[in-house]
Each structure stands twice: as C-alpha cells, then as structure tokens.
C-alpha cells in the first residue's frame, strides 16, 4: 500500500480518532507521514546507541557496534520504513526518502572511530577509514536487511547471528593484519 495507498480516514480510524482530529494535529498526510518517520528514527537510533558495549578490545568494540547496526537495519520497525520509501518511491518521496538515515549519526561516529582504534593497535590493515566502514556494514548487513525486506518472515534471531558470524569472519579475513 505504502504513502500513495494510505488515507487519513483509514489512518484516523486505525488511530481510533477523527479524520479532523488527525488534520489539526498533523496537517496532511505528508507532515503526518514526516512526524511519524523522524519518530521511528529516533527510536531506532536510541535502540542502536543502547546496544553498543564497551570494551578495551577494538575489534570486540568494532563487533558490537556493527552487531548493533546489524540489529538496527533488521529490526521490524526499520523494515517497516524501508518498506513504505520504496512502495511510495516517486519523485514527491524523495525529501522522505533522504530524510531516513543510512547509519544513526552516534553509531556512525562509533563504527569509524572504533575501526581508527583498530588500526592504531595494528588490528586492521591501514586504509581510509570509510572503506572499512562500507565493507564491514555492507558485509554484515545487506543479507538480513534484503531478506527482510522481500520475505513475509523477518530472520529469525539464530539466522541473523549465524550470518552476522559468517560475514564478521569475511571482514577479518579482508582487513585484518
């Protein structure tokens, strides 16, 4: 169904609410659409952040913080969003579109300066550190995020991990020194 599909009377009922009640809080359906969308990200960024343990060895603090990403793109909510930006692709989605986040800000920042510390201690084989970031966040991420995306059941949680593994070892076995 995505944006195009969806009305505010639909929308307002589901709420339990009036479609009025829905335009006075929101406006239309695209500032409605705009409320909730920095909403979930917002949640998701925190469950990302909250994710993240710290530890004195920089490949295990590298791990988790892409385990945490991982967990990020492959949670029910995010899928949700993916969803609904790629059925409502057009060229009026495009602001909502940018507006999603590839990688939370925070765990952006953590991933690069975790996989520095990594390098500093001779764990990662020198070179720009968002080449490294790509790699290891495509590697670990792209299987379960695309088959959430197209299949009816999200991963399970065994899956996620069994793949999470094979793909972390992929990374060593390229970056590592």
């Not at 029910?76 to 969003?81: E, M, N, S, Y």
């Not at 953590?110 to 996989?115: A, G, H, M, S, Y």
């Not at 990662?124 to 379960?144: C, F, M, S, Y």
């Amino acid at each position: 169904m995505g944006f195009a599909g969806a009305s505010i009377e639909r929308i307002a009922r589901a709420a339990g609410l009036t479609r009025s009640a829905v335009y006075r809080r929101h406006g239309d359906k695209r500032q409605l659409f705009d409320h909730v969308l920095r909403l979930q990200i917002a949640q998701l960024e925190a469950q990302a952040d909250a994710a993240i343990l710290p530890s004195d060895d920089p490949l295990v603090a590298l791990r988790r913080t892409a385990e945490a990403y991982c967990r990020f793109v492959t949670s029910p909510t995010a899928i949700d969003l993916q969803r609904i930006v790629i059925w409502g692709a057009s060229a009026a989605m495009r602001k909502e579109m940018s507006a999603i986040p590839s990688l939370p800000s925070e765990l952006a920042d953590q991933v690069d300066r975790r996989i520095a510390s990594a390098q500093a201690a001779g764990m990662l084989k020198p070179a720009p550190i968002d080449l490294w970031r790509t790699a290891l966040l495509r590697l670990v991420t792209e299987g379960p995020r695309w088959q959430a995306l197209t299949s009816a059941e999200p991963w399970t949680e065994t899956r996620i991990r069994e793949d999470f593994d094979r793909m972390w070892d992929i990374f060593i076995a390229m970056a590592g020194t």
